[in-house]
């Protein structure tokens, strides 16, 4: 059984297959159209269910489109759907749902959640978000640097903002592709101090981005965070905004990424969003190809 949970607790030899397998998967579909199905189809036959008990664009379309060109059909449920973990305990659903589906991928609030899930599914599990990290969301942030900039070993990674999920999976990544990863931002949000991950500290934003390759952020609210949290946030992070100034610090040819959804204007301006170093949107395709090459590898025998 190999399911995909987290970049840390996957094999750095697989991690480079699923990028590999990604790009050689994305530049086989050019030029064609969005619902045509690849040229291999993996998935042909099989079903996967899809589960959301957060809100989600880009997530939910990539694995749906993706499923369905290798072949598949989906199984979209909401966590409202299903009464998860309320009516019926984890470890039962994912019993029940393992009768019915090929392969499970979950978007939710919980590790545990995810983990439960993984323990008692017979089939494989992929971990779509959680409040901890977002692994499919860095993997596709490393097939779009390593398709325009080459191999990311080495490079230096800039993080500007808060200490998040995102950000816990890409210090995972950081030891597992062997590259630089710094973190700025205030010191009430720094990452947990037991992220088993690969990072340094520079307070200073301009400091930090001293010959980056890339520069990374992230929104500085949460959709479920309250509006006196939201302000707080604001008063923090004001000073770690990736604006122009902030750019010129890094190398010329460094690349900005932001997951999206974005505010613009507050954790990075219009700006630069919209610049040249700016690749959110091709960060944004590669979610569809990175997860392809994800949910090929856990069916892979």
Not at 143 to 162: C, M, R, S
Request: proline content about 5%; charged content about 25%.
């Amino acid at each position: 059984m190999k399911h995909f949970l987290d970049i840390h607790k996957t094999d750095p030899a697989d991690l480079r297959q699923i990028i590999d397998t990604a790009l050689s998967v994305k530049k086989s579909r050019a030029g064609r159209p969005k619902g045509a199905l690849d040229d291999e189809l993996p998935l042909k036959d099989h079903m996967v269910a899809l589960i959301f008990e957060k809100p989600s664009t880009r997530t939910r379309v990539s694995f749906d489109v993706g499923v369905r060109q290798m072949g598949g059909q989906t199984m979209v449920l909401s966590g409202s759907d299903m009464q998860l973990g309320h009516g019926e305990t984890i470890a039962d659903t994912a019993r029940v749902l393992s009768r019915y589906v090929d392969l499970i991928m979950m978007r939710t609030f919980e590790e545990d959640t995810l983990l439960e899930m993984a323990e008692y599914a017979t089939v494989p599990v992929i971990n779509g978000l959680t409040d901890r990290t977002h692994p499919c969301q860095i993997m596709a942030d490393i097939l779009t640097f390593e398709e325009l900039n080459g191999p990311i070993k080495g490079k230096k990674v800039v993080w500007a903002g808060d200490g998040n999920n995102v950000f816990a999976s890409f210090a995972h990544a950081a030891k597992q592709f062997e590259f630089d990863l710094v973190f700025s931002g205030p010191p009430p949000l720094d990452p947990e101090a037991s992220l088993d991950g690969l990072y340094s500290i520079e307070r200073n934003p301009q400091t930090a981005v001293e010959g980056a390759d890339l520069v990374v952020t992230d929104t500085w609210v949460s959709m479920h965070d309250p509006q006196s949290a939201r302000e707080r946030r604001h008063n923090q992070l004001r000073g770690y905004q990736v604006n122009k100034e902030l750019m010129d610090h890094a190398k010329p040819d460094a690349l900005f990424m932001h997951c999206l959804p974005a505010h613009r204007d507050d954790e990075a301006t219009s700006e630069v969003m919209d610049g040249p170093n700016s690749v959110i949107f091709d960060e944004a395709e590669n979610r569809l190809h990175a997860q392809k090459a994800v949910m090929r590898w856990c069916l892979e025998s």
